[in-house]
């Protein structure tokens, strides 16, 4: 087959929900177009933003800096090591490496130093490792972004990611998260920095054969900690439905952001009354309430004595 | 395993998304419950209701009508003949051989002998037969209901269907399908008699433990139409989910349930706007329209120069 695009050289990866196939040079200049028009949509970024990227190890998050920066963008790569065994360190060694290859050096956070390993934090308290995890990288996203200086944080959530979401909020009918789902959450006051999805229209396997064909070595292997992630279960019903009608998860997520602006519009005056956050009284991070909850998080972890202390109101049983 | 509710005698329907199991009696009464509680949850039905049951002489349409019965409505049941070659013979023997069972004589519908039958116009007007099916069987459900002085027409969709459905129309956001799907839809002056679908808190499997268990004799056979649907896709993601999280399915459904009353609560006015329909010039069946959509239809099938005087605003061509 020819490539949709050229029509001179062989296809190379075939897209039946855009009803196209391409070459490798013609997939680079659509994959970025489309990360481009995502960008667009919803003016997740402008030319002058300093782009603060996180980078798992993963295929996502590094196809989406090494777009980012082709598409001109100021960026710097932050990592997280979770303190997880084995796969930390290796994922580390996959963001390090390609940073190097773009001169570059990422920004480490290390959570073993911060006192708040993964595995750790989710058994001190009796918590699931993803609740958890995301908890603490949403943190930590934050605070170095707001420390150093960058006007927005960009994650490689890809429209798999944000379509099985969807699917689970619309499950559990969740409002609260339906209503924060998307592209860009803005950010507010000093301490609250901007996050956007800029891969958001773009498919898992179209990140996949970008990264592939752009030579990005990439950490293969899932999280040991996400096996039984919900979030699988949403991708693979979700894969079942676009296999037999491709074009669908599209639809589905498009079609909800469309939505989501019906419902901003109309309740607008609600959203126009919500409340700036304030500064943690620990570590001065927005937060809402009087002391943020990674705090809260990490002298559970770090001071168990103050689990007890919150459970019973004294420190310590007889 | 022991009965959850008796705890005597040996479980034979096992239901992980309720965390019971029971035996044959117990469940009979957890089914009948069910229905009765989905029934007053909305008030579809109330004691005085002339029902008709639409039955196809698939296992839901015969659980509906038997359950209908044991609960003590005042029943009759329509079958409606499509005209599938096969099929549509040994549908109306399962439901004539029901029937009997209970001394009672069904009211058939032959859409042969009406002119519309379901291979045939779907063809003459290049359609889904699907679609079309569902057309003429609402017309039908209303129209003999109306004639014959029935308060509510009652169809044998459960849980499963509705979730699907659900599925389907949220996956193309589809507002208009979204905002009618309801286990009621109310009547509407003389003509439009009120819809209501009892089985919708009860899963597909429980309806077939009940058939088998009660020992109705169904057709077994999926309509030969009916291989492509797009609802059998999206009721295989949903078994998939459901499999891993028991409960999931019930809880998307009711859950919509409880989001669509508040949609229809902050759209009330738009609501109480809506204009009653007026009556086919044709048939005199309820329409929004000069002629109902049936009769448009029927006369596309019966009298294709009509078709090509609608194409071409002339009859035929040179």
Chains 1, 2 share one sequence.
């Not at 777009?67 to 084995?86: N, P, S």
């Not at 420390?147 to 969807?166: C, Q």
Request: proline share 4%.
């Amino acid at each position: 087959m020819k490539c949709t695009r050229c029509r001179k050289t062989q296809a190379a990866v075939d897209l039946p929900s855009h009803h196209s196939a391409f070459c490798p040079e013609c997939f680079f200049v659509f994959f970025r177009r489309q990360v481009e028009e995502g960008i667009r949509n919803f003016s997740l970024l402008s030319p002058g933003d300093r782009v603060l990227v996180c980078v798992s190890g993963g295929k996502d998050s590094l196809v989406l800096w090494d777009v980012l920066m082709e598409l001109g963008y100021d960026t710097e790569g932050l990592y997280i090591d979770l303190g997880i065994e084995g796969y930390s360190s290796r994922s580390r060694e996959k963001v390090q490496s390609y940073a190097g290859t773009r001169g570059k050096e990422p920004i480490v956070v290390d959570l073993h130093a911060e006192g708040v390993p993964i595995p750790l934090a989710a058994k001190s308290i009796r918590k699931e490792e993803c609740s958890v995890c995301g908890k603490v990288k949403r943190y930590f996203f934050n605070r170095v972004a707001a420390e150093r200086g960058f006007t927005a944080v960009a994650t490689g959530h890809n429209l798999d990611d944000e379509a099985a979401r969807l699917l689970g909020n619309l499950l559990h009918w969740d409002r609260d998260y339906l209503s924060r789902q998307h592209p860009l959450l803005p950010g507010a006051g000093e301490g609250l920095v901007r996050k956007v999805k800029p891969l958001w229209r773009v498919s898992e396997l179209e990140t996949a054969a970008y990264g592939f064909l752009k030579g990005i070595d990439y950490v293969i292997e899932e999280c040991p900690m996400s096996e039984h992630a919900t979030s699988l279960v949403y991708k693979d019903a979700l894969s079942l439905i676009e296999e037999k009608m491709p074009g669908t998860r599209r639809k589905f997520y498009q079609g909800f952001l469309e939505e989501s602006r019906r419902w901003k519009e109309e309740g607008a005056d609600e959203e126009n009354a919500a409340a700036l956050p304030g500064a943690c009284a620990v570590c001065g991070a927005p937060t809402y309430a009087e002391v943020c909850s990674f705090c809260r998080l990490k002298s559970r972890v770090t001071n168990p004595g103050d689990v007890l202390k919150t459970f019973y109101g004294f420190q310590g049983r007889s």
